[in-house]
């Protein structure tokens, strides 16, 4: 079954204490991506990946790591966590990235940072 | 950058028609259309390229009209399953940008 996983799909952390959201895909996607959800806000994009090693920033990049060693993960990497990074994050994967594919989302990270 | 949606809100009797319109102040490659229910995950309905192509999804479909970069999703006879928070995307430079969504309720 074609699909992004995420892990774990809820997290409550303090801050300050380093995390890893995992993402991983099994389409053989090219573009994978990490959003953030907040009440009133949609989805804002943290970073993207047009392929292994080559990442970039999205519209909300401060306080995020990634990386793209291998084709099928994304993990997203927070240092230090703050309470203003409590959010719903979703990873995301299309064929491409110059927009002529839809993406698919997984199920989503739910995160409390104390 | 973030394309503005209207309306926020709409309700609906089943049956009845919508239109969720999504407008952007920048230049566009495409313009994407996701629904999303309360809990889960966006899923992707439609996408349109230049050209001002329409495209339809079951009872869905949109247009694109690129020198007023503008897209309008239009939801036909509404079914119950059709609720949801509806977000356009839309698409610059390898980035896609979101909207703020347009929550969508039908009533039987």
């Known amino acids: 079954e074609a699909q992004v996983t995420q892990n774990p799909r809820y997290l409550i952390t303090v801050t300050g204490k380093k995390l890893t959201v995992t993402c991983s895909q099994n389409m053989n996607h090219e573009y994978m991506s990490w959003y953030r959800q907040d009440p009133g806000l949609g989805l804002r994009q943290i970073y993207y990946?047009?392929?292994?090693?080559?990442?970039d920033k999205g519209d909300v990049p401060e306080g995020y790591k990634v990386s793209r060693k291998e084709k099928r993960n994304f993990p997203l990497i927070l240092e230090s966590p703050s309470p203003n990074q409590t959010s719903l994050y979703f990873c995301?994967?299309?064929?491409?990235?110059?927009?002529?594919?839809?993406?698919?989302f997984g199920p989503g990270t739910r995160l409390t940072v104390l | 950058q973030q394309p503005v949606q209207s309306p926020q809100a709409v309700i609906l009797r089943e049956g009845e028609d919508a239109v969720i319109n999504c407008s952007s102040s920048?230049?566009?490659?495409?313009v994407h259309w996701y629904r999303q229910k309360h809990g889960e995950a966006p899923v992707f309905l439609m996408i349109l390229l230049k050209g001002g192509e329409q495209k339809g999804h079951e009872k869905i479909s949109a247009s694109f009209n690129e020198k007023k970069q503008q897209s309008s999703l239009y939801l036909t006879a509404s079914q119950l399953s059709y609720s949801g928070t509806y977000f356009c995307?839309?698409?610059?430079?390898?980035?896609?940008?979101f909207g703020q969504g347009t929550r969508l309720t039908i009533n039987p």
């Open positions: 995307g839309t698409e610059g430079a390898q980035k896609l940008v």
């Open positions: 995301a994967s299309s064929q491409s990235g110059r927009g002529a594919d839809g993406q698919y």
């Open positions: 990946s047009m392929n292994v090693e080559v990442t």
């Open positions: 920048k230049a566009l490659y495409s």
